[in-house]
């Protein structure tokens, strides 16, 4: 456990009951009512964690009878130090870029009504202009910023249907976002990315967001749109979050240009697999055909694995995992707090062997050669990734992270 770190939201868990240890006797206590007090119904309380930093452990909590489902948080355990606040986590990369003092800035509302009125036709820049707004969303706020990793949304098509989608309900869950309702034409697609790659700080376009399906299903139009903007800057990493399923949109983007991918992957255990993405069209043998295309063309590859605490750190997934990671050669593990409601994954997937806990997880894979362990991705051109160090000391001597200056 840490302290719990600069950025990091503390949240009640509805509904749901604590559960601890007596002082006294260790015996394992769930309140219901306000032990101080005597009186008054308590609740589970976690924490959600920025960027850079991995959950470890859940919270320990009882759900009522016929419980809701959760919203679709990545809750982490906490406790108190000395009335300190300490997080079951870990971090595994720098999030300065990701901290929440650099977002929603008092002059990011001017940014984007000034972005909007020079590309008013832009449904690209409207769909982000709503997720700046209504969910904060980091990568759709960088494009008004003109920094670091900016989101491009092109297809509200998906070939999954995973248990943790964030913009699809399934099986009567709800999504807590909203998905676009178009595709975009590839004027539009390269109006916005050619503007981020030439004006972004260690800029980096990425196609697959929160607000979208696949972007591979898409990989016509975001084969010429790379071709079209690679066509007139060197500059920026053009990036693609995807499930890699679709094999031939893949290698059209990939052919194109690409310089990174992002692979989502919750198991390499075929069944696994398929239990929790649900494709359809492919399975885990496209997902590897597809990477070893990428890397056979200099694609800088990393493996977003969806981390679950007693299920990841499975002895049998971290050797899997392992052998995944060796066959493919993949350059990155980025490792990402499954957000889901956790009754659902566990009946999902039910206890079951020995686990070695996410800090042997990490170690085992800081201990594979070559390959990088992170949160998120980073710049891979050349020149492209620095400290920046001269934007955070004024940040920093202003006292908040704004950027509009």
């Not at 679709?72 to 406790?79: D, N, P």
């Not at 075929?270 to 597809?290: A, C, I, N, Q």
Request: net charge neutral.
């Amino acid at each position: 456990m840490v302290p719990l770190p600069g950025g990091a939201s503390l949240v009640m868990v509805p509904q749901y009951y604590p559960v601890g240890l007596a002082t006294d006797s260790e015996q394992v206590v769930c309140l219901q009512t306000n032990p101080l007090l005597g009186h008054g119904r308590v609740y589970a309380v976690a924490a959600l964690l920025p960027q850079g930093f991995t959950r470890t452990y859940l919270p320990a909590m009882v759900a009522p009878a016929q419980q809701a489902r959760l919203p679709m948080l990545g809750y982490a355990a906490v406790g108190l130090v000395n009335d300190e606040v300490w997080v079951a986590a870990t971090q595994i990369d720098g999030h300065r870029r990701w901290h929440p003092r650099f977002y929603n800035t008092p002059g990011l509302e001017r940014r984007i009504c000034a972005r909007l009125s020079r590309h008013p036709e832009n449904r690209i820049l409207q769909q982000l202009a709503g997720c700046a707004r209504r969910y904060s969303c980091f990568t759709a706020q960088n494009v008004f910023y003109e920094r670091w990793e900016g989101g491009i949304p092109t297809m509200p098509a998906c070939n999954a249907a995973c248990l943790g989608c964030i913009s699809e309900g399934h099986e009567g869950g709800e999504s807590p976002q909203h998905r676009l309702a178009f595709v975009p034409s590839v004027e539009e697609i390269v109006e916005v990315g050619l503007h981020h790659l030439e004006k972004a700080r260690q800029g980096i376009v990425s196609f697959g967001q929160g607000c979208e399906g696949e972007p591979a299903l898409n990989g016509e139009r975001l084969a010429e749109a790379i071709a079209r903007m690679r066509g007139t800057t060197a500059k920026g990493t053009i990036n693609m979050n995807t499930n890699a399923g679709c094999q031939q949109g893949v290698r059209a983007v990939v052919d194109a240009g690409l310089d990174a991918m992002r692979v989502t992957i919750f198991s390499c255990h075929p069944e696994h697999y398929r239990t929790y993405h649900r494709p359809s069209g492919y399975d885990l043998g496209d997902v590897e055909e597809s990477i070893a295309y990428a890397k056979a063309r200099g694609v800088f590859v990393s493996i977003n694995l969806l981390v679950f605490p007693g299920f990841t750190d499975r002895v049998e997934e971290v050797a899997l995992l392992e052998e995944f990671i060796r066959r493919t050669g993949v350059d990155m593990v980025q490792l990402r707090n499954l957000t889901i409601d956790p009754e659902v994954l566990a009946q999902t997937f039910p206890a079951a062997g020995e686990t070695l806990g996410i800090v042997g997880l990490i170690g085992r894979l800081r201990a594979l050669p070559r390959l990088r362990v992170g949160g998120y991705t980073h710049p891979v051109r050349a020149g492209e990734e620095g400290p920046d160090a001269h934007w955070q000391c004024i940040a920093m001597r202003k006292g908040q992270g704004d950027y509009d200056k």
